[in-house]
């Protein structure tokens, strides 16, 4: 074999492996993707089986326990559409009525309810989730200030 035949094979050899490395890396970043909606977004969406995060302000007076205080179901809008979210185990400290959260799960097709698996409260009284802000303004129901 002449050289010039050794160095096409050697750089097509990287080629193909560059392209196989390149693959399997942009298969595992999309495994890996998880989605923000709001309750309107993601009651929009046709056969949701992924993990999504879902964001919004719990509906006040929305809180209730079952299963002797095990699970939790509260609902959380965006001001146009309300979605019942149950969660098992115990929220985080600053979950609470009329705060934003976001919840980590996915949505249960035959009725709507969304099952998460993680909440993620806000940190104080004037922190919300960017994702929260932007989709309450999309949707003209923001009450906040109009800084971002």
Known sequence: MKAKHKRL???LICLIAGGLAAALILRNFQSNLVF???P??????????KTVRLGGLVVNDSIRY???GAVLLFDITDNAN???VK???????LFREGQGMVAKGNL???QPLFIATELLAKHDETYM???VARALKESGKWKGDTKE
């Open 66 to 68: 079952e299963e002797n």
């Open 9 to 11: 094979l050697i750089i």
């Open 40 to 49: 309107s977004d993601l009651l929009a969406l046709e056969n949701n089986q």
């Open 82 to 84: 309300t979605l019942t």
């Open 129 to 131: 989730p960017p994702e």
């Open 87 to 93: 969660y098992h185990g115990l929220p985080p400290a």
């Open 108 to 110: 249960n097709q035959d």
């Open 36 to 38: 923000f909606y709001s």
